[in-house]
């Protein structure tokens, strides 16, 4: 569990035992130190359990629907990498049509590879 959603379920925790937004912020500063939520944040999550609000997660964005990280586009990632190991983020990107950014989402959150320099 990541520590934003650790305090996202202490908000919650403390809104459940009537524990004010002040005193749930300076118990969040206490414990999380200058990890913590900032205020306007704390007082927000606080604001939405008041107003019902049942998950700790964050919602599905509804934005537009990445095209460059499709099934196509990771096969050819994948086969790419299969065939020649050294090639850059940029020899892919070049390769294939697509961002640095996208291949290196691609690779990572993916197909979980890692870069190792030598």
Same mark, same amino acid.
């Given at each position: 569990?990541?520590?934003?959603?650790?305090?996202?379920? +202490?908000?919650?925790? @403390?809104?459940?035992?009537?524990?004010?937004?002040?005193?749930?912020?300076?118990?969040? /500063?206490?414990?999380?130190?200058?990890?913590?939520?900032?205020?306007?944040?704390? %007082?927000?999550? %606080?604001?939405?359990?008041?107003?019902?609000? /049942?998950?700790?997660?964050?919602? /599905? @964005?509804?934005?537009?629907? =990445?095209?460059?990280?499709?099934?196509?586009?990771?096969?050819?990632?994948? /086969?790419?990498?299969?065939?020649?190991?050294?090639?850059? #983020?940029?020899?892919? +990107?070049?390769? #294939?049509?697509? =961002?640095?950014? =996208? #291949?290196?989402?691609?690779?990572?959150?993916?197909?979980?590879?890692? @870069?190792?320099?030598?």
């Amino acid at each position: 569990m990541s520590e934003i959603i650790q305090q996202r379920s +202490a908000i919650k925790f @403390c809104f459940l035992n009537g524990i004010n937004a002040a005193e749930t912020l300076k118990m969040l /500063e206490k414990a999380y130190g200058d990890r913590a939520l900032p205020k306007s944040t704390t %007082y927000d999550w %606080y604001k939405l359990f008041k107003e019902g609000r /049942e998950r700790v997660e964050d919602e /599905e @964005c509804l934005g537009r629907p =990445s095209t460059s990280t499709d099934d196509a586009h990771i096969q050819k990632v994948k /086969e790419l990498v299969l065939a020649n190991r050294r090639l850059t #983020i940029r020899d892919i +990107a070049d390769e #294939i049509g697509v =961002s640095k950014g =996208s #291949i290196n989402s691609i690779l990572k959150d993916v197909l979980g590879l890692k @870069c190792v320099k030598s």
